[in-house]
């Protein structure tokens, strides 16, 4: 081998270093490396704010992995959670792009806090969404297709308003904890009153002239020229019906369906057990609601205990219910309903069918959860063509949708 060839090798490649070397240093900031190393030493005293606004300058002038690492790092020991869990995932896109080594560390990053982050609902029901329904969180506009959807946000105090043409604006404030998911309920907004010009009947007023002779009939003012007509696209009256009737249905919202359990007794001392499903839709001050129900006892209807005398009784029953609800957490239910009886005997291995009558109370009725949840204690008299019997029953029903 020649070793003059050997020393041009080795000149070459360290002249493809160098100059490898120049191009990437080259293309950096020089303040952005400034405001990255102060940012390293501001953290080392522990001036974590300080240290935190010198990266996000960094990272402002040039965004590298390695400062929006960092820079995640510091706001998550700010406690802000959801912009620290955001930045991880930026620097894990950045690295994969890049082909960085680092992805691996802040996928990991990323997924660990993951689990500590905090969510806010901003719940607006279908039928308070009047025309031109704007909503705002901390003063920047929340899209409608973000309504009524969990979003990650940094734990404190958060600002909600909402506003529409012809309504008088809401807002709320409300504190996010920890790891906790929140769900804010806009209220219905309640209608400006009408300008005395837009009730109907009022007309001009009526003036006297100056020097007019007695017992001349007053002349109408001239009148004003037409208001131009606001760009909302909906007139203010329609816009006072929409909101009375938004205010006319309770709050937390009113949801279809319904699926429950429920267990409790008869008069006659029979355990009972079984299933609900409802569905229903609001009225003035309420609901109305179809509940189908199936309920299970098994009894021993002989003298003395006797396991041949055990009898197995299945009620299947729909009811129809007026739910009233005067305050958002708390209603009150009455209805009539109808449905069979097929009991099963083991002591002739007969069976029989018994078709029956009901009427339905509900004299409590506990919403919980912005209503996806109620507990409710319900009360029914069943009438069979022999006999009649009171039910007792507690039950629960989640509302899915």
Same mark, same amino acid.
């Given at each position: 081998?020649?070793?003059?060839?050997?020393?041009?090798?080795?000149?070459?490649?360290?002249?493809?270093?160098?100059?490898?070397?120049? &191009?990437?240093?080259?293309? @950096?900031?020089?303040? /952005? %490396? !400034? $405001?990255?190393?102060?940012?390293?030493? =501001? +953290?080392?005293?522990?001036?974590? &704010?300080?240290?935190?606004? @010198?990266?996000?300058? /960094? %990272? !402002? $002038?040039?965004?590298?992995?390695?400062? =929006? +690492?960092?820079?995640?790092?510091?706001?998550?020991?700010?406690?802000?959670?959801?912009?620290?869990?955001? $930045?991880?995932?930026?620097?894990?896109? =950045?690295?994969?792009?890049?082909?960085?080594?680092?992805?691996?560390?802040?996928?990991?990053?990323?997924?660990?806090?993951?689990?500590?982050?905090?969510? =806010?609902?901003?719940?607006?029901?279908?039928?308070?969404?009047?025309?031109?329904?704007?909503?705002?969180?901390?003063?920047?506009?929340?899209?409608?297709?973000?309504?009524?959807?969990?979003?990650?946000?940094?734990?404190?105090?958060?600002?909600?308003?909402?506003?529409?043409?012809?309504?008088?604006?809401?807002?709320?404030?409300?504190?996010?904890?920890?790891?906790?998911?929140?769900?804010?309920?806009?209220?219905?907004?309640?209608?400006?009153?009408?300008?005395?010009?837009?009730?109907?009947?009022?007309?001009?007023?009526?003036?006297?002239?100056?020097?007019?002779?007695?017992?001349?009939?007053?002349?109408?003012?001239?009148?004003?020229?037409?208001?131009?007509?606001?760009?909302?696209?909906?007139?203010?009256?329609?816009?006072?019906?929409?909101?009375?009737?938004?205010?006319?249905?309770?709050?937390?919202?009113?949801?279809?369906?319904?699926?429950?359990?429920?267990?409790?007794?008869?008069?006659?001392?029979?355990?009972?057990?079984?299933?609900?499903?409802?569905?229903?839709?609001?009225?003035?001050?309420?609901?109305?609601?179809?509940?189908?129900?199936?309920?299970?006892?098994?009894?021993?209807?002989?003298?003395?205990?006797?396991?041949?005398?055990?009898?197995?009784?299945?009620?299947?029953?729909?009811?129809?219910?007026?739910?009233?609800?005067?305050?958002?957490?708390?209603?009150?239910?009455?209805?009539?309903?109808?449905?069979?009886?097929?009991?099963?005997?083991?002591?002739?291995?007969?069976?029989?069918?018994?078709?029956?009558?009901?009427?339905?109370?509900?004299?409590?009725?506990?919403?919980?959860?912005?209503?996806?949840?109620?507990?409710?204690?319900?009360?029914?008299?069943?009438?069979?063509?022999?006999?009649?019997?009171?039910?007792?029953?507690?039950?629960?029903?989640?509302?899915?949708?």
């Amino acid at each position: 081998m020649c070793p003059g060839r050997d020393l041009i090798t080795v000149t070459v490649l360290c002249g493809v270093a160098v100059l490898c070397g120049v &191009a990437g240093s080259a293309g @950096a900031s020089p303040e /952005s %490396e !400034k $405001l990255f190393h102060d940012g390293r030493e =501001l +953290l080392k005293t522990g001036k974590i &704010a300080q240290a935190c606004e @010198a990266f996000a300058g /960094s %990272e !402002k $002038l040039e965004a590298k992995v390695g400062t =929006l +690492l960092n820079l995640a790092d510091c706001r998550e020991r700010q406690g802000l959670t959801a912009t620290a869990w955001s $930045l991880f995932l930026e620097a894990k896109q =950045l690295a994969a792009t890049s082909r960085d080594p680092r992805q691996g560390e802040a996928d990991k990053r990323a997924s660990a806090i993951a689990a500590k982050l905090s969510y =806010l609902t901003v719940s607006v029901a279908r039928e308070r969404q009047v025309a031109g329904l704007a909503i705002k969180r901390n003063g920047v506009a929340v899209d409608p297709a973000l309504w009524n959807t969990p979003i990650a946000l940094d734990p404190g105090d958060h600002v909600i308003e909402a506003s529409a043409p012809g309504h008088k604006p809401w807002s709320a404030t409300r504190t996010l904890g920890v790891k906790q998911k929140l769900d804010v309920v806009v209220e219905a907004l309640e209608a400006e009153p009408a300008s005395p010009e837009a009730r109907p009947g009022a007309g001009p007023a009526a003036t006297i002239a100056p020097g007019t002779a007695p017992g001349t009939a007053p002349t109408a003012a001239p009148a004003a020229a037409p208001a131009a007509a606001p760009d909302t696209g909906a007139p203010e009256l329609r816009a006072s019906a929409a909101s009375l009737e938004a205010r006319a249905l309770p709050s937390p919202p009113l949801r279809p369906l319904s699926i429950g359990l429920a267990v409790g007794g008869t008069s006659d001392r029979d355990p009972l057990i079984g299933g609900r499903i409802a569905g229903g839709f609001a009225v003035p001050h309420g609901a109305l609601r179809a509940i189908g129900s199936v309920l299970y006892t098994e009894f021993n209807d002989a003298p003395e205990s006797n396991p041949d005398h055990n009898t197995q009784l299945f009620a299947l029953g729909i009811s129809v219910d007026y739910v009233w609800m005067p305050l958002p957490q708390l209603a009150f239910g009455a209805g009539l309903g109808f449905g069979m009886d097929h009991a099963v005997r083991n002591m002739d291995r007969g069976s029989d069918t018994t078709g029956w009558g009901t009427l339905r109370a509900s004299p409590v009725i506990v919403r919980v959860l912005d209503g996806r949840l109620e507990a409710g204690l319900h009360v029914q008299y069943v009438r069979t063509s022999d006999r009649g019997v009171v039910l007792g029953l507690a039950a629960i029903d989640l509302f899915p949708l």
